[in-house]
């Protein structure tokens, strides 16, 4: 809704020292986003044949100059190279970054696959998780909650 925050009940990579190179996509409004090429942004698009706008996820690989997403449309795209990585996963699948709207998720080969959505299916895969963190069972002060060496969750 625009004025609310939800919690980070885990994270798919924690790592502080990983180098990584990340695609950063930059806005006409003049807000920058940093994320791995496969974690998914939101894109607005126009339905000509409703006249409505259509909000769906595309990989940051996949996003070109003049898309649109929720912090203006896409002016520059660079691949840059950043110590850390980090990847919270929040109850909703959802997460904003400097008035950009991205999935918690990472996007699949293909974008869509029987009709439904990766960031509709990775958010059910991560469902058993979310109801752990709701019933005190992970990602908690004194959870337990480990990384590997490689910073991926194997909670």
Do not use: C
Not at 123 to 136: D, G, K, M, P, T
């Amino acid at each position: 809704d625009g004025g609310s925050f939800e919690p980070v009940y885990s994270f798919g990579h924690y790592n502080a020292s990983m180098e990584a190179e990340f695609i950063q996509l930059e806005t006409s409004k003049g807000r920058t986003i940093e994320l791995s090429r496969d974690h998914m942004v939101k894109v607005v698009s126009i339905d000509k044949d409703n006249d409505s706008l259509v909000n769906y996820y595309r990989p940051a690989g996949d996003v070109k100059v003049g898309w649109q997403l929720s912090s203006g449309f896409v002016t520059s795209i660079q691949k840059v190279r950043r110590h850390g990585v980090y990847s919270p996963f929040t109850i909703s699948g959802n997460i904003l970054v400097n008035s950009t709207v991205a999935s918690t998720f990472v996007a699949f080969p293909q974008n869509e696959v029987l009709g439904v959505t990766y960031q509709w299916l990775a958010h059910s895969f991560e469902a058993f998780h979310r109801i752990s963190y709701y019933l005190n069972i992970t990602s908690k002060e004194g959870s337990g909650e480990r990384y590997n060496e490689n910073g991926v969750s194997v909670w």
